[in-house]
């Protein structure tokens, strides 16, 4: 995957994420698909040190990544519901 600290930015500040597609960042379902695959060769005892240290690094930055898109999902979501029912107004 490409650009491995331009998503974390984006994961850390949890800005944006709908301007991820124009940057050529992977799609919540790709970025799934890459973890599992990570997750798979941690598992094969035969992984050296070394490799299990990098996959388990770009598997961090990749569970970053799709959680910053779940919780962006969630926010927008929770906006679409606030703006559609008028009785959810803040008691705050």
């Known amino acids: 995957m490409n650009g491995h600290e331009e998503v974390t930015c ?3 500040d949890r800005t944006n994420f709908a301007t ?4 050529n960042e992977p799609g919540f379902e790709e970025a799934l698909k890459s973890l599992e695959s990570i997750v798979t ?5 035969e992984v050296p040190l070394e490799e299990s240290i990098r996959l388990y690094e770009e598997g961090m930055k990749l569970s970053r990544y799709c959680t910053g898109i779940l919780d962006n999902a969630t ?3 929770e906006k679409i519901n606030d ?9 705050d």
Do not use: G, N, W, Y
């Not at 060769?41 to 005892?45: I, S, V, Y």
């Not at 029912?85 to 008691?91: G, I, K, R």
């Open 20 to 23: 991820m597609a124009d940057q």
């Open 41 to 45: 060769k941690l598992e094969d005892p």
């Open 83 to 91: 703006r559609s029912d008028p009785d959810t107004e803040s008691a």
């Open 75 to 77: 926010l927008r979501i």
């Open 10 to 12: 984006f994961v850390e």
